[in-house]
């Protein structure tokens, strides 16, 4: 038993849908979460950046008394794993590696799309992974950078929504995918828009639900579950102001979020 | 007469379109950009947040030898001016005025929109500055978070801009103003898309070319004009990676960008 907290550390807000998993699944764990929100979006940065800021938020983290570290960033996860875990002794779970198994899992036809940041994307990250448990597969990764701010409009139904997807999605449709892996903290948001538009015909993968498990397996496999069943607390730190912060993730974790300060990332 | 460089600072790529107004409008100067690549989007950021990295950014170009600042982005302009020019002595010319002052004079019936990032609307910048000189303006501010990420898939003319423009202005098309300010360095090149939807019935002010007027006028009061009538050269200076700079900002100035360097802005 070990009654630590879990940190989990996202670029900013996206990540909520990772700790709301999380709680979900196991609900008597204690969970601190850093929101590098005064950085984000790492979605659009190089890859050196995004290990530079990885580093620094796992410095702040680890200042917490944590067990384990969740990254519930797509980019981060994709970009930074291997430097983070080399550096670092304790369990480090991405999001990439469940996303892909389940992927790899649920296809059919081996045909898979991935879509995700342009960082995400372009590192290869989700491919590469899927590939390892299943290298027969043919994969299509799909960069789609309006769907971030389409989320934090509230448009995520929109005729603005749709339009967008249908642009975004085309190559994939064509390609005849089975399998789609929402690849970002936010895209699940959209799931009606994007099921609409590939007229119902793929399973999504929600990399933040297949995260959990994986927590929750690790956590059992290292004995380090914590002695509480359930009124597990959170915890929350951000790099900019907290209050936007609490405004939209109290909707996206449906409770008010109480225990939230602002912290100077750079000085850590 | 004084042949130091003009520092033009932005918080990425966007500010390009007001160098390239000054090149045209000055062909003689020196110009040291730098764009705060790591840091972008400033639109979202609170104003404290802005205010530093401004500042930061500022001591970078006064390490280059410069006679003038220009702030071309309108975020930084709203936010940071007053601190900026508290701390320094030499010119500082932001986006923000020279665009007022447009708008005020172009009205007629004295309803003026004003579009922009979150961070320049909410900071209520040219709707005080608009004011100051037209005191009777009724004056309607909206954010338009989803322009920039639209520019930057170089969809302007597509019908998703289209759509976006549409939820965006329909407020302003109610209100009926005969004036409307692009309050953010990538809006301009959505401009063919805002008219069609303003149904040709606006005036669009651009406040990167009201800002090279500016420029020119200072430089002329202090005596400030290079002795060169053309060839002023440009360096280029970003905190990210400098290759994605160096295509796309090609593009939006016409122009090979030969001397570009990173530095690290957070250690300055």
Redesign the interface.
């Known amino acids: 038993m070990d009654n630590r907290p879990i940190g989990v550390f996202d670029s900013g807000i996206g990540g909520l849908t990772v700790l709301k998993e999380i709680t979900e699944q196991l609900p008597g764990e204690d969970i601190v979460y850093f929101g590098d929100t005064?950085?984000?979006p790492y979605g659009?940065?190089?890859k050196?950046?995004v290990i530079k800021y990885v580093l620094q938020s796992f410095k702040f983290l680890l200042t917490q008394d944590i067990k384990a570290i969740v990254v519930a960033c797509n980019t981060a996860s994709a970009l930074a794993m291997e430097e983070a875990q080399k550096e670092y002794d304790l369990p480090i779970i991405g999001v990439v590696e469940p996303g892909a198994k389940a992927a790899a899992s649920a296809t059919k036809n081996s045909k898979i799309g991935v879509i995700g940041t342009e960082g995400t994307i372009n590192s290869q990250a989700y491919q590469r992974t899927i590939r390892k448990i299943l290298p027969s597969a043919e994969i299509i990764g799909v960069a789609c950078?309006?769907f971030v701010?389409?989320v934090?409009?509230g448009?995520e139904n929109?005729?603005?929504a749709y339009?967008?997807a249908k642009?975004y999605l085309l190559e994939l449709k064509e390609h005849e995918i089975d399998t789609l892996v929402l690849g970002c903290t936010h895209y699940p948001v959209l799931r009606y828009t994007i099921d609409k538009v590939m007229e119902g015909k793929v399973t999504l993968v929600n990399p933040a639900y297949e995260t959990a498990k994986a927590v929750k397996g690790i956590l059992k496999e290292k004995n380090l579950f914590s002695s509480k069943l359930d009124g597990g607390e959170q915890r929350f730190y951000v790099s900019?102001?907290p209050e936007?912060f609490k405004r939209i993730g109290g909707n996206i974790i449906r409770k008010e979020i109480v225990s939230i300060e602002k912290i100077d990332i750079?000085k850590i």
Chains 1, 2 share one sequence.
């Open positions: 005064a950085r984000i659009t940065r190089s050196e950046t950078p309006l701010p389409i934090e409009e448009w929109s005729d603005v339009m967008t642009k900019d102001d936007k750079e």
